[in-house]
């Protein structure tokens, strides 16, 4: 069974960082890309960024390019994602995803397991 448990979530200051960690077990991630989306109360999800878990390419969106960073450890079968000068709009809950496909996709519908979420939230 295909488990995604997220961590690091909390609150912030603008300016300030945090680090979200998805611990992942019950497939062959190698095999696998991973995603990052958040989505903000009343709007719809959104991607953030994905890792090819081979080779360790990544994938941003604008709005988070040169502030966000994901990385993988492979013996932990573990995902990160470094989020530096936090913005209020990042105010979002955050969840990983699990993708059958070699490259990430920004597309919700490519990832077929998730994680429960953790809420990240910037204040001003």
């Known amino acids: 069974q295909v488990q995604l448990v997220e961590s690091g979530g909390g609150l912030v200051l603008a300016g300030g960082s945090l680090r979200l960690s998805c611990a992942a077990s019950?497939?062959?991630?190698?095999?696998?890309?991973m995603g990052w989306f958040r989505q903000a109360p009343g709007k719809e999800r959104e991607f953030v960024a994905g890792i090819r878990w081979i080779g360790g390419i990544t994938f941003y969106a604008d709005s988070v390019k040169g502030r966000f960073t994901m990385s993988r450890d492979n013996a932990k079968n573990t995902v990160y994602l470094q989020m530096n000068s936090l913005k209020p709009e990042d105010t979002a809950v955050y969840y990983c995803a699990s993708a059958p496909t070699a490259v990430p996709s920004r597309r919700l519908n490519e990832y077929d397991y998730w994680g429960q979420g953790t809420q990240v939230t910037v204040s001003s």
């Open positions: 019950g497939r062959t991630f190698r095999s696998y890309s």
